[in-house]
């Protein structure tokens, strides 16, 4: 069993295998990383986590359709009635020698693979047109992104060309006992609803491939255990944070309902 990696100054976060020695293996070597899973399965709170163990700064983006290289590297904004350059968050963790994580990276427009590009090989640099500057990565610059490769499909797919890259990891969903420990640490559930609130997560999860377009999440799980902590129904909690975050459709609804009225005894 791994041993959950925490210090007071650290992001809570339960280890499931090698997943920190592989991120600080892949920084030393200053190579970019990829980190796939589903969603709400841990990948943001784990970067968090290796950010402070390594001391480094932490810029995260959390990646749309919207989202252009001009969002990530910086623009010429009007200040006072004078043009200045205001770097982005991709460009100031560059400057800092610090992390930049691009969550969900897929979503962001086509234009920012090209400004990742010459990050995530071996020049590690930085163009930025606009000021006519090419910023070389110090060694303890790294580059993370993210995404759920359940939200794949052919116009919002990682290209092999971006994808080989990085050095990848994968995450799933915590086994039952590592979640079990997540809702006790992070909901504060003691220990018999922590085990009902993770045996309602695995029996929803079943469903995922039928009437849910994903699964409930660890951290559904953690707010449920919150609200009931805070004395709320658990039923009425469960349906608040797991339920009708995961469906609107009426039918589906219910037939989730009916599996944790059923974990609860009503």
């Known amino acids: 069993m791994n041993a959950p990696i925490l210090t007071e100054s650290h992001p809570y976060y339960e280890a499931f295998a090698d997943e920190a020695e592989i991120f600080e293996a892949a920084w030393k070597n200053r190579l970019p990383l990829l980190i796939k899973g589903p969603t709400g399965c841990g990948k943001t709170r784990f970067v968090a986590h290796m950010a402070a163990r390594l001391k480094l700064p932490l810029y995260t983006v959390a990646c749309h359709d919207d989202l ?26 560059v400057r800092e020698g610090g992390i930049c994580y691009l969550d969900e990276v897929v979503e ?18 930085l163009p930025i047109d606009r000021t006519g500057e090419l910023l070389a990565a110090p060694p303890s610059f ?17 290209k092999p060309s971006t994808r080989q890259r990085f050095v990848s ?10 979640e079990q420990r997540i809702l006790e640490r992070e909901g504060g559930c003691p220990p018999d609803l922590a085990r009902r609130l993770v045996g309602i997560a695995q029996a929803l999860r079943q469903l ?8 409930a999440s660890t951290r559904l799980l953690v707010y449920a255990g919150l609200l009931i902590g805070g004395g709320m129904d658990p039923v009425t909690a469960c349906r608040a944070a797991i339920v009708d975050s995961l469906t609107d459709d009426t039918e589906v609804a219910e037939a989730l309902m009916e599996v944790i009225r059923a974990s609860f005894g009503q």
């Open 142 to 158: 790294m580059l993370v992104v993210s995404y759920n490769p359940g939200y794949q499909n052919l116009l919002k797919g990682m």
């Open 169 to 178: 990891l994968r995450f799933d969903f915590p086994a039952a006992e590592r």
């Open 108 to 125: 962001a427009r086509k234009d920012t693979t090209v400004v990742l590009h010459p990050l995530a090989d071996d020049r590690r640099l």
């Open 208 to 215: 995922q491939e039928h009437d849910l377009e994903e699964a």
């Open 68 to 93: 252009t290289a001009a969002d990530l590297v910086g623009r010429h904004l009007l200040v006072d009635g004078q043009t200045v350059w205001c770097d982005g968050p991709l460009t100031r963790a």
